[in-house]
Every structure is written in C-alpha cells, then in structure tokens.
C-alpha cells in the first residue's frame, strides 16, 4: 500500500496551492476504521484484491489517507467521532 499522496492537479501551481492548503499532518494517528459490517479479515483481504488489480501505489490506507480527512476536524482527538475513509484508491 502507498505511503505516498497522489497528485491531485495536473498543473503544478495548482497542486503546489492544495498541498499548502492541505499539508498540515494531522495530530493524532489515523487509525484503521472498518466500513459498516465488515470484518478486519474481509477488509484486508478486499485491500490485498485492490492492490493485485490496480498496484499498490494506488492504494491508501492509515497515515496515506492524510490527504482524504479535513484538516480542520474538531473531533480529531475522538476516534468514535472523527470522519475518516477506512481506505482510498486512485
């Protein structure tokens, strides 16, 4: 799985005013959260078949995920609160 963010914009001025805008680490770790219904094996399984279907750099999950969570969240610190993708693809 990547550890790396995407480019979001072809254009570098673009994406130069994103990653300023979005840059901030978040303070506290992004922890794993599981969709709704869905055990940790499935899920890891469901990122393993992601991973062989469309390569691994395309496929975020925990501290990758920076770039998916607003970084102005008040509920960072609370996990039973805090708005987080259990992963991305690109």
Known sequence: MSTAIP???PD???EDAHQA???RKPRYPI????PPGVRE???AQAIQDFIAAIG????FVNEALSDYIDP?????HEDDKRK???AAVW
């Open 84 to 86: 987080v993708p259990s």
């Open 41 to 43: 094996k499935d899920f």
């Open 21 to 23: 805008t979005y840059e």
């Open 12 to 14: 570098p001025e673009y």
């Open 7 to 9: 480019k979001t914009y």
């Open 56 to 59: 691994q750099d395309a496929v």
């Open 31 to 34: 922890k794993q959260v599981l």
């Open 72 to 76: 102005y969240d008040v509920h960072e």
